[in-house]
């Protein structure tokens, strides 16, 4: 193992296992060594190299299994920011979580219009037209499902990490609406209404349009 003097010896370990996973082109379900073995390989302590790939298995990148040894999980986050979402419990915060919500959907418009197909509009024909008649608890989880299928439709697998915090963040703090109910009827019109504006701009290919529609969902 090179050892670089900057920094701590678990660091320079986690440095160490890192580039064995690179240079090794290791896949998710691919074998990683023992304990042991990555002592022997790298010359270091037991104590350190389990620090080491406790960091690994923090970030979900490896797991453990019982008769399969350690193996590597996942190359991304299942849930970014998850750990620190509870903690995000200020207006201020809310507020920048929808901002980021907001940038993120209007600026994948264009790779949505590249990837939609008509099984996807027709998908997002049946969440939108089903808010017509839906009470408050099932309206806000259709608003988040019709959100959460834009997303997936941009098929980025990136994008797809920051789903739990920009879709099911607001699931929390949208089940109450004064509008609804001060006359249901009406809110569930307008809402299906411009879901449903925003699908028809999206079969229309006008990226300006959909842009615009989304920013008005979002009173910006």
């Given at each position: 193992?090179?050892?670089?003097?900057?920094?701590?010896?678990?660091?320079?370990?986690?440095?160490?296992?890192?580039?064995?996973?690179?240079?090794?082109?290791?896949?998710?379900?691919?074998?990683?060594?023992?304990?042991?073995?990555?002592?022997?390989?790298?010359?270091?302590?037991?104590?350190?190299i389990r620090e080491a790939?406790?960091?690994?298995?923090?970030?979900?990148?490896?797991?453990?299994?019982?008769?399969?040894?350690?193996?590597?999980?996942?190359?991304?986050?299942?849930?970014?920011?998850?750990?620190?979402?509870?903690?995000?419990?200020?207006?201020?915060?809310?507020?920048?979580?929808?901002?980021?919500?907001?940038?993120?959907?209007?600026?994948?418009?264009?790779?949505?219009?590249?990837?939609?197909?008509?099984?996807?509009?027709?998908?997002?024909?049946?969440?939108?037209?089903?808010?017509?008649?839906?009470?408050?608890?099932?309206?806000?989880?259709?608003?988040?499902?019709?959100?959460?299928?834009?997303?997936?439709?941009?098929?980025?697998?990136?994008?797809?990490?920051?789903?739990?915090?920009?879709?099911?963040?607001?699931?929390?703090?949208?089940?109450?609406?004064?509008?609804y109910y001060q006359n249901?009827?009406?809110?569930?019109?307008?809402?299906?209404?411009?879901?449903?504006?925003?699908?028809?701009?999206?079969?229309?290919?006008?990226?300006?349009?959909?842009?615009?529609?989304?920013?008005?969902?979002?009173?910006?």
């Open positions: 193992m090179n050892f670089d003097p900057d920094k701590t010896v678990t660091a320079n370990a986690i440095s160490a296992v890192q580039n064995y996973i690179l240079e090794n082109n290791l896949q998710p379900g691919d074998g990683l060594p023992t304990e042991i073995e990555f002592c022997e390989l790298f010359s270091i302590s037991r104590g350190v790939l406790q960091y690994f298995r923090t970030l979900n990148i490896i797991e453990s299994r019982p008769r399969k040894g350690m193996t590597i999980k996942n190359f991304l986050p299942n849930n970014l920011f998850g750990p620190y979402v509870p903690f995000c419990r200020h207006k201020e915060d809310q507020a920048a979580i929808c901002e980021m919500r907001i940038v993120i959907e209007l600026g994948m418009t264009h790779l949505l219009l590249k990837k939609i197909t008509e099984k996807d509009i027709s998908e997002l024909s049946k969440t939108a037209k089903a808010m017509g008649k839906a009470e408050l608890l099932e309206l806000c989880q259709l608003d988040l499902q019709f959100h959460r299928q834009l997303l997936n439709i941009a098929n980025n697998k990136f994008l797809s990490c920051l789903e739990p915090f920009i879709i099911d963040y607001f699931e929390e703090i949208s089940n109450t609406n004064q509008q249901p009827d009406n809110y569930r019109a307008i809402e299906k209404r411009k879901h449903l504006a925003i699908i028809d701009a999206i079969k229309k290919a006008d990226e300006p349009l959909v842009r615009k529609l989304l920013g008005n969902h979002y009173s910006i």
